[in-house]
């Protein structure tokens, strides 16, 4: 399954934008979702997941009470609304689901610069 992610670009610091990742044809329905992001020579790191069932969430503590996530089952897709962004949000953004492994999409860079 391919997952295709949208809506990075450069925004001013305190801005926002949201974030998609469509999957055509696949339901997310019964797996953990969530968001990652890797900055210039920085190892990647998890911004967001929300499990299945449930769906309980859970934010780093970088992006809590800025960041959420979302899902359009009907649609197949993902979203990640950001925020009040800061420059050190800077980074590409991955979508992901996971089953016994991590399915990872392409990437969107988000630029946060005034």
């Known amino acids: 399954v391919q997952l295709v992610e949208s809506g990075g670009g450069l925004v001013q610091p305190g801005g926002s934008l949201k974030l998609s990742c469509a999957a055509p044809g696949f339901s997310f329905d019964d797996y953990a979702i969530g968001w990652s992001r890797q900055a210039p020579g920085m190892e990647r790191e998890g911004v967001v997941c929300c499990s299945s069932g449930s769906g309980d969430t859970y934010y780093s503590d970088s992006v809590q009470g800025r960041f959420t996530i979302s899902r359009d089952n009907a649609k197949n897709t993902i979203y990640l609304q950001m925020n009040s962004l800061k420059p050190e949000d800077t980074a590409v953004y991955y979508c992901?689901?996971?089953?016994?492994?991590?399915?990872w999409g392409q990437g969107t860079q988000v630029t946060v610069s005034s």
């Open positions: 992901y689901y996971s089953t016994i492994y991590t399915h």
